[in-house]
Nanobody, 125 residues
Framework: QVQLAESGGGLVQPGGSLTLSCAASRSRFDINDMGWYHQAPGKERELVATITRDGATNYADSVKGRFTLSRGSVGSTLWLLMTSLKPEDTAVYLC???????????????????WGQGTLVTVSS
């Protein structure tokens, strides 16, 4: 089974920095894209940043210039470097991975999307 292990959340003052990490468990899951989303209470889940296996990144306008997404060479580890944090960044951050899995030769590849359990980031003085 595929699991995403997240870490790095916590309490930080405005203007501070945090680094979130996400690691996918070993499996037959061929990951194409990975990313981070966040969700604040009473708000919809929103895209923060995504990265393809080739390294192409996409950032939400609200985090451009402040957050940096990177991916390990193996392709199953994701890092989100967050700087100049603002109170409005407070949310549960969830790792996401999209790819394919091939359970059998007969079935062929199937699309699979996996979510982490989330890590809480609180930006407050």
């Amino acid at each position: 089974q595929v699991q995403l292990a997240e870490s790095g959340g916590g309490l930080v003052q405005p203007g501070g920095s945090l680094t979130l990490s996400c690691a996918a468990s070993r499996s037959r899951f061929d990951i194409n894209d990975m990313g981070w989303y966040h969700q604040a209470p009473g708000k919809e889940r929103e895209l923060v940043a995504t990265i393809t296996r080739d390294g192409a990144t996409n950032y939400a306008d609200s985090v451009k210039g402040r957050f940096t997404l990177s991916r390990g060479s193996v392709g199953s580890t994701l890092w989100l470097l967050m700087t100049s944090l603002k109170p409005e960044d407070t949310a549960v951050y969830l790792c996401n991975a999209k790819g394919t899995v091939t359970p059998s030769i007969e079935s062929g590849p199937r699309f699979l999307e996996v979510w982490g359990q989330g890590t809480l980031v609180t930006v407050s003085s």
